[in-house]
């Protein structure tokens, strides 16, 4: 059976991953989640040559190069033994959209079944952000959550987005969830949005 597969995509402080982990705990039976930023920072926490490289892009707040995401995603999505999987972070530009629907066209193991867009205004990303920062204990600081890397990282979600949400529109994939309403709120309408399509 081919699996179905959920991107969810949100400016960074949207609350992307939060929500897509407390819905996979929820039917850990049959979804699991992945982060891209998680799963880029697990591999700069091997100390590998290819985490060093991942780093210098993250701690810029810049996109990864297009074949590591790449990789990084086919093997969760791949790796997966449950039917139902949750990516968020992806995709974060025209060129990672692009590339995914064209490995789709060719894959039917995969069955892209929509892509969530979590909003939020950027004043309240930011208040996310800089909360997280003052919060995060001793050596779990993430490199990127500083007001200068805030916009860099603002502008890299947001300058692709229109097209990015054009494109799925079109194919009748995208739906979009108010980030701004608790998180209870937000994971339960989420979760009931997931439910009715798979
Ligand atoms: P996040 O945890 O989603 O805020 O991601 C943290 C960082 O990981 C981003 O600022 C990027 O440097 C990198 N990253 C996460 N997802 C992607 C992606 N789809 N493409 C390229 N880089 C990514």
Redo the contacts with the bound molecule.
């Keep these: 059976m081919a699996k179905k597969l959920f991107l969810i995509i949100g400016a960074?402080g949207s609350g992307k991953?939060t929500d897509a982990s407390l819905i996979a705990k929820k039917h850990a039976d049959k979804i699991a989640h992945y982060?891209?930023?998680?799963m880029?920072r697990a591999e700069v926490s091997s100390g590998s040559e290819l985490g060093q490289t991942i780093e210098s892009?993250?701690s810029r707040?810049?996109?990864?190069p297009l074949d590591i995401?790449i990789d990084t995603i086919i093997s969760a999505i791949k790796g997966s033994d449950k039917d139902v999987v949750l990516i968020d972070?992806?995709?974060?530009?025209v060129e990672?959209m692009t590339a995914l629907d064209e490995i789709i066209v060719n894959e039917e193991d995969i069955d892209l079944v929509s892509v969530i867009e979590v909003r939020v205004s950027e004043q309240v990303a930011k208040e996310r952000i800089l909360g997280r920062a003052a919060e995060a204990k001793d050596g779990e600081e993430r490199s990127?959550d500083s007001v200068e890397v805030f916009y860099d990282?603002m502008k890299?979600y947001t300058d692709p987005l229109a097209e990015i949400q054009a494109f799925y529109t079109d194919r009748a994939l995208l739906e979009v969830i108010n980030g701004e309403r608790t998180l209870e709120v937000i994971v339960d309408e989420m979760d009931a949005f997931i439910q009715s399509k798979i």
């Design positions: 960074p991953t982060s891209t930023g998680d880029l892009f993250i707040g810049a996109l990864v995401i972070g992806y995709p974060r530009s990672q990127d990282r890299v």
